[in-house]
């Protein structure tokens, strides 16, 4: 019970990662804050949560919509007076496409969705932390945030712009004890990342890009989860700025 009596939002948390870790988080005691696009996502999300005796509300937020998220916060300050650990983990894949076939639409959007999505959340987040004295905010990069991705330039430049905001923001608020990192998973079985559909799309590619992986294998949601429900407690209360890879050494 980690999270006993604390407000956590997570983005994105109608499907994979984002869902696993809010019924994770749920199950530790925390009240969820359920935020997505997709409401009827979102509200499965929730479903399962309070059938399962945990504490959620959803809040239906495009993270790419300034003002969504400035009334997703608004929400969180007048329902619960506050915001513990703030998971900004919304995002899409992109388009899969050399920098030369990208589109200007696809570029841009994946920009809006991953990078500047994050910098509207943790905009409106902040202050609400700054008044309680203490917070927790945790992104979700990607490896491709802190190596290149070869057909995903556009999402490989918004994950990397995730890991220089985090590092910055936690620079900026450190002495105020407000925590801010950034997870990196490498492709992990969810909805936007499917084996099976990237095969039908490219024969054989799933198979070669696990044997890129050190440990030879995909990452589970519940190692991404494992590792946020770690790096958002007080057990790593000395540990800000950092970007933790969960890449079964990918990137080593
Ligand atoms: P997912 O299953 O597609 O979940 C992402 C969720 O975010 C979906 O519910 C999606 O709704 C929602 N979403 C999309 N655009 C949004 C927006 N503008 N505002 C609010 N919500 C939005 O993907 P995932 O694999 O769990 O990915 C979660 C995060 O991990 C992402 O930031 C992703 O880049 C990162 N990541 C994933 C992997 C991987 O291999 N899975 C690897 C590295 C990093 P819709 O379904 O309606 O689009």
Redo the contacts with the bound molecule.
């Keep these: 019970m980690r999270y006993k009596d604390k407000i956590v939002l997570i ?2 948390s ?5 869902k696993a870790a809010a019924i994770a988080f749920a199950k530790e005691g925390a009240t969820l804050i359920v ?4 409401k009827d ?1 979102g509200l499965d999300t929730v479903s399962e949560i309070i059938n399962n005796s945990g504490k959620a509300t959803f809040f239906e ?4 919509n300034y003002q969504m998220v400035v009334d997703l916060m608004n929400f969180i300050v007048d329902k619960f007076g506050r915001l513990d650990v703030a998971i900004n ?5 992109g388009d899969y496409a050399k920098i030369a076939d990208m589109t200007l639409e696809s570029w841009d959007k994946t920009m809006l ?2 990078s500047t ?1 994050v910098f509207y959340c943790i905009k409106n987040q902040i202050p609400i932390m700054l008044k309680q004295e203490k917070g927790v905010i945790l992104n ?5 945030g802190i190596r290149g991705l070869p057909n995903a330039a556009g999402y490989s430049a918004s ?1 990397h712009a995730v890991v220089g905001i985090t590092k910055t923001v936690a620079m900026e608020y450190a002495k105020n004890d407000i925590r801010v990192n950034a997870i990196c ?4 079985v ?4 499917d084996p099976v559909a990237m095969d039908k799309m490219k024969s054989g590619i799933s198979e070669k890009l696990k044997a890129n992986v050190p440990m030879k294998r995909f990452a589970d949601v519940m190692e991404q989860v494992n590792t946020m429900l770690w790096l958002c407690s007080d057990e790593a209360s000395f540990i800000t700025g950092q970007t933790i890879s969960v890449d079964g050494g990918l990137t080593a």
Excluded: Y
């Excluded at 935020?35 to 997709?38: L, P, R, T, V």
């Excluded at 937020?61 to 790419?64: K, P, T």
């Excluded at 969810?190 to 990342?193: I, Q, S, V």
């Design positions: 983005t994105g109608g499907s994979g990662i984002g935020s997505d696009i997709n996502n937020a495009d993270v790419s983990n919304a995002g899409i894949g969705v991953n999505g979700t990069s990607s490896i491709a994950k998973p490498v492709f992990t969810t909805p936007m990342f």
